[in-house]
């Protein structure tokens, strides 16, 4: 498949994709976000660093168990006071007792190394048993913290791993305290600000497409809300917006940074990517969702721009990582358009149909499905089924399509030229097998193929109820074949040479996983594209080959 790939990405750049449009705005994100990761690891990660007398106070606190009560209020003044009668003898449990915070803690919180703020952690661990802190300032309020005693951490077994769980906490809270110095430095330098009238216009235009999109009169599309705990458009409805601005400001600057000028579309651009979300679809909550978008968009550009003038676009790191997705996306483009070009008339689908070969092409399956719209959340999917993890019990805890959460998941039957992505998928699956991530516009599906059958009540379908879902399993079987065949035309042209020799003398091991990158300064990817299953072409390439020969 990679070879294939390649391959495609080869003729793809022949046939000039790679100066399209579409590849800019698909691949442009992409390079940005690996520009600010490599202004992350520069100016923040590489600047972590720890003394051997940290490690030491990681390893001795990590052996405890401390068991917490706390009180908490927005009011410092109200937690001082109470701090007073403490110190004057007054019980903790009496005080907590009587107050509302005491629902949440009938047994006290566990705490070890690394689960609490620093500040916190280190005023803990100067208690003795019975003893309090004094008030504590966090981002939500204020805490009084009481420890009420200590246990040993019974599953501290393997001590190399617990000495790396130790580096690995200290490293992260250094490495977020180098980002907090950084960030508060690097925007204080920085105001920047959108201009109000496409801003208004923006608002206006999102607003009647989620209130249009949501509307309780399309049947159609307020099922899509079942599916989900939130309100989203996806790509092409972002992008459509440009179309809908006033003619007149759609070439106007929208945002002004340093010297450069950016206009509307490059923004809905950006926004198409990770698709416009909302917890409900008044004007206030948009408003506030777009304003949300518009401020992490200036800083991901600005440190964007930080990074280009310090060269990092040139980084060795950041030109192959980009030249591996570039030549995914170039791929995809090119099988895309080859997909675009298979065209089969009403007469050839209704000769397959009258020589009875329809039966043989449709195929039903049923699928186990785990919809989310967080990759870390894949990535525990994928662990628990490699552990024998039951889908639908996974589908009933994770999954954000209400319509089948209570079913754990399961479709039921339908042809596989239905479902996209899915279908497409299940056809050349076999039951038993777990396939994705997929990206769809409502997240990542992960899910199980459940079964597979043949319809059997195909004969007694007219052609005209069977006519779009045969045309559609006729192109998917074509343009398998097409692209087999075009691939090993591509390998005769490029004259690649396999060493399956090589091949051979490395251990292959079958894992159902997914690794996930997650950028600096925010962002996640896959760290490597998926690459489309289409093998048959090395046999033709082998068969041509020997007939040359």
Not at 223 to 231: D, G, H, P, T
Request: glycine share 6%; aromatic share 12%; hydrophobic share 35%.
């Amino acid at each position: 498949q990679l070879i294939a790939e390649k391959l495609l990405s080869l003729h793809a750049k022949e046939k000039g994709y790679d100066t399209m449009k579409v590849f800019s705005d698909i691949i442009s994100p992409l390079e940005d976000m690996c520009v600010r990761d490599q202004l992350y690891t520069n100016e923040i990660k590489s600047k972590v660093s720890y003394s051997p007398e940290d490690i030491s106070e990681g390893l001795e606190r990590i052996k405890n168990i401390l068991k917490v009560k706390f009180l908490y209020s927005e009011n410092k003044k109200e937690l001082e006071d109470i701090y007073l009668h403490l110190k004057s003898g007054s019980s903790f449990d009496s005080i907590l007792t009587s107050r509302i915070e005491s629902s949440d803690q009938e047994a006290p919180r566990e705490v070890t190394f690394g689960t609490m703020e620093k500040e916190f952690e280190d005023s803990l661990y100067e208690l003795n048993p019975g003893e309090f802190t004094s008030v504590l300032e966090s981002e939500d309020g204020y805490y009084i913290l009481y420890l009420s005693d200590i246990e040993g951490n019974l599953d501290l077994k393997d001590q190399n791993m617990v000495l790396e769980d130790v580096k690995r906490i200290i490293e992260t809270r250094l490495e977020y305290e180098h980002y907090l110095d950084y960030y508060r430095k690097f925007f204080s330098k920085h105001r920047v600000t959108a201009d109000k009238e496409i801003f208004e216009n923006l608002v206006e235009i999102f607003v009647s497409t989620f209130q249009k999109k949501y509307s309780p009169e399309n049947d159609n599309i307020s099922s899509a809300k079942a599916v989900i705990n939130e309100y989203y458009l996806n790509g092409i409805e972002v992008t459509l917006a440009y179309n809908l601005l006033n003619p007149e400001i759609q070439s106007k600057n929208f945002i002004k940074l340093k010297d450069r000028s950016i206009l509307p579309d490059h923004f809905l651009n950006k926004l198409s990517h990770d698709g416009f979300y909302v917890r409900d679809i008044s004007e206030e909550s948009i408003r506030a969702s777009l304003s949300s978008y518009i401020r992490k968009f200036i800083e991901d550009e600005l440190l964007t721009m930080e990074g280009m003038d310090k060269g990092l676009d040139n980084s060795p790191d950041v030109k192959k990582y980009i030249d591996m997705w570039r030549d995914s996306y170039l791929s995809k483009m090119l099988m895309v358009s080859m997909f675009d070009s298979i065209k089969i008339s009403e007469e050839e689908a209704y000769s397959v149909y009258k020589m009875n070969d329809w039966q043989q092409t449709v195929e039903l399956v049923n699928v186990a499905e785990v919809l989310t719209d967080s990759l870390e959340t894949v990535e525990i999917i994928l662990n628990e089924l490699s552990k024998g993890k039951d889908i639908g019990l996974l589908a009933k805890q994770y999954t954000k399509r209400d319509s089948v959460r209570e079913r754990g998941g399961e479709f039921g039957y339908f042809p596989v030229t239905e479902n996209g992505e899915i279908g497409r998928a299940a056809f050349n699956m076999e039951v038993g097998d777990v396939y994705g991530p997929i990206k769809l516009d409502e997240g990542y599906s992960v899910f199980r193929l459940i079964g597979k059958k043949q319809d059997t009540t195909v004969n007694s379908k007219s052609y005209d109820e069977v006519k779009e879902e045969l045309i559609s399993q006729i192109t998917l079987s074509k343009f398998e074949k097409y692209v087999n065949g075009y691939v090993a035309e591509l390998a005769q042209k490029y004259g690649i040479e396999i060493y399956e020799d090589v091949l051979e003398e490395i251990d292959n091991i079958y894992l159902n996983l997914v690794v996930v990158r997650y950028m600096g300064f925010g962002g996640e990817i896959f760290a490597v594209p998926y690459t489309e299953q289409f093998s048959g072409w090395y046999d033709i390439w082998i068969d041509n080959k020997e007939i040359v020969q």
